[in-house]
C-alpha cells in the first residue's frame, strides 16, 4: 500500500491493513470503520494497481471519506423506522388477538354447549337405568317360576344395564372435570393412607380373579388434594391392573418422593401393550383390544379420568408396559411442602391373595 508522507496525521482506523488484505484477495474491496471522535465513521474503497508489464500490482490505492453527516442524518430515520415497525407489530398482535378471540366465540360457546349437554345427559340417564336395574332385579327374585330363556334374558339386561350406568357416569365425571365444575377440596392428605383404601376396596375384586395384591408404601408422604377423586383415579388404575392381568398374577403399588414430588406406581404382571398403542391410552373410548374390554366390562374412560384427575392436580400419569410382562402406571403429583421427611419409613410387604 502506497502512503503518503503525511500518513501519520490520518486517523488509525483508516490506516488498518483488514481492507488491504480483502483488496489482495479481490482485487478491490471496501468497508466501514469508525474513526471516532469528530470524524465518525469512515467510508473507504481499496483498490489494487496492477503492474502494466504484468509482473504482479505496483501498489494499493485506499480512498475514504467520512460520512459522519450522513450516518447522524439517518439515524433519526432509522429510530423512526424501528418505532413504527414495532408499534405496527405490536398493533397487529393486539388485534389478531382480538380477532381471534371473536372467531373463536363460536368454537368456545359450542364446547360449552357440548359439556353441558353430555353432563345433562349422563345425569339424567341414571336415574331410568337405576330403575331398569332395579326392576330386573326383583324379577330375578323370582326366578324359580321362571323358565331358563327369561332368566337369561333378564341377566343381561341387568348386565347392560350395569354397563350403561357405568359408562354414564364415567361420563358425567369427565363433563364436570372438564368444565370445572366440579368442587374440588384442598386437603392434605397421606397418600399411603388413602393407596390402603384404595386396595381395601379393589380386594375382593382381585380376589375373585386369583390376583395379588402387595404393597410397598411410605409412610409420612402428604400431598394436597380432593381425596375422592384421587381416589377415583388410584382406582381406575387398579382396576385396570386386575381386569388385564394373567391369572395367578400380581400387582405391586408401590409410593416414592424425587424431586420433591411423589410418585405412585401401580405394577401389574399383565398381558401388557405393545408401543404403538401406549400414545393412545388414555384417550376416551380408546381400548386396545375392544372384545377383550367390552368383556372385561371396560368402558375406555378409566384411563381417562385419571388422567384428567391428576391434570386437575398439577401432576401427570404415565404408563410404561411389554407385551407379555406386564404395565406399570406412575402417578406423579407434587408433595406438600409440609411433609415430614424425617420421619418416613418403609413399611414391610404385605401380601392379600386367595389361598
Known sequence: MLLPQNAS???AAFLSNNLVASALTYGCAEGTVDAGGSIGPIYRYALVVQDPQGNGYIGIIVTGR?????????????????????????????????????????????????????????????????????????????RTHM??????????????????????????TLARLDSHQSHREHEVIDIAALTRRVMQRIH??????????EEQLTNNIHI?????????AILALLDNAVKYNKPNGKICVSTSIQHEAVHLKVHDTGIGVSTEHLPH??????????????QAGGTGLGLSIARSITVEHGGQLTLVSIPGQ?????????????TPLAHKEALPTRTASRN
Open 224 to 232: 394436597i388434594g380432593d381425596s375422592n377423586l384421587l381416589e377415583q
Open 326 to 338: 406386564g404395565t406399570t402406571a406412575t402417578l406423579v403429583l407434587p408433595m406438600a411442602r409440609e
Open 281 to 294: 391410552l388414555g384417550e376416551r373410548f380408546y381400548r386396545v383390544d375392544k372384545a377383550r374390554s367390552r
Open 66 to 142: 467520512s460520512i459522519k453527516a450522513q450516518a447522524d442524518a439517518l439515524s433519526p430515520l432509522l429510530n423512526l423506522l424501528l418505532g413504527i415497525g414495532g408499534g405496527a407489530l405490536l398493533c397487529a398482535g393486539l388485534g389478531g388477538l382480538f380477532l381471534a378471540n371473536r372467531a373463536l366465540i363460536p368454537a368456545r360457546l359450542a364446547w360449552s354447549n357440548q359439556q353441558r349437554f353430555l353432563a345433562d345427559a349422563s345425569h339424567e340417564l341414571r336415574t331410568p337405568l337405576t330403575l331398569l336395574r332395579a326392576d330386573a332385579e326383583v324379577l330375578l327374585r323370582g
Open 204 to 213: 375382593a375384586f382381585a380376589e375373585q380373579r386369583d390376583i395379588t395384591l
Open 9 to 11: 496525521q490520518y486517523p
Open 147 to 172: 323358565q331358563q330363556e327369561d332368566i337369561s334374558i333378564l341377566e343381561d339386561i341387568l348386565a347392560e344395564t350395569h354397563h350403561m350406568t357405568t359408562i354414564t357416569t364415567n361420563m358425567l
